[in-house]
């Protein structure tokens, strides 16, 4: 005998895994799909003027803590040639 | 003794004052908020030029003020930043990767390349971008070898222009 059916609102569970196997079906998209390779070499370009900006920045910090620290080494040393340590 | 001590105060003071006042958001090393912006939270103002020119020159006066901080995590910060002024770059060409999978791409490849100069090392900071980018679900395996590609450019770009500048050999060293 069949089971009767429910009278009233009906209610199902709620689907929590949708939003991540969306992302996931995107993700196995994104590693099997091939550029085109116009893109493909605008990317590494892209990336290439990313390494040099980042080498230019490390540069410039790096030159400029020289400076600050030859300048304290500058004035510490006459001050100990001039009998005074402040 | 005291010149020394009112150099570092001098120094600190001034890499203080300009986070607090100018970039507040420069605050700290930077690599818990990379983790949260490899993984889909987006922090307003966070990756501007101004927190650049704040977290770039507080570095420099922290650490010729003889304090006891790194520079790793603060280059990351600064790479990651340097990566989207190129995501949004005012070439045509590149207005095609403006989505937000590439968004962290390029993050990815900002923080590779900070990482990278910081200890000399191409393979260790992509390795680090993927660690940071573990738990996320837009990595993928073809950007680790274009990562890898950006910390050489890197690492070789700062050899190269740190040889030049004194005039000796080329050598990878952080």
Redesign the interface.
Known sequence: MPAPKPTGPQFQSEDYNATSAKVYEQLDYQQRVKEPRRTEIKLWLAFMLVGLGVAVAAWLMILAEDFLITIKGNVFQYLTVYGTTF | ????L??SVT?ASAAALLTVYVGPKAAGSGVPELIGCLNGVRIAEWLTPTV?FVK??G???A??GSLVVG?EGP?AH??AI??I???F?PIE??A??RTG?RYRE?VA??IS??VS??FGAPIGGTLFAYELSTPS??W???NIW??F??????????AL??AL?YGTPITLSA
């Open positions: 003794m005291a010149f020394y009112l150099f120094m650049l770039v020159v570095v420099t006066l650490v010729a520079k280059l600064i790479g340097i990566a002024m190129v995501f770059a060409s590149f095609q990767f999978s390029f490849a900002g390349a900070g100069v910081a679900t837009f993928t395996f073809k274009r990562n590609f950006c910390a050489s450019i890197a690492t070789f770009g700062l222009l740190v500048q």
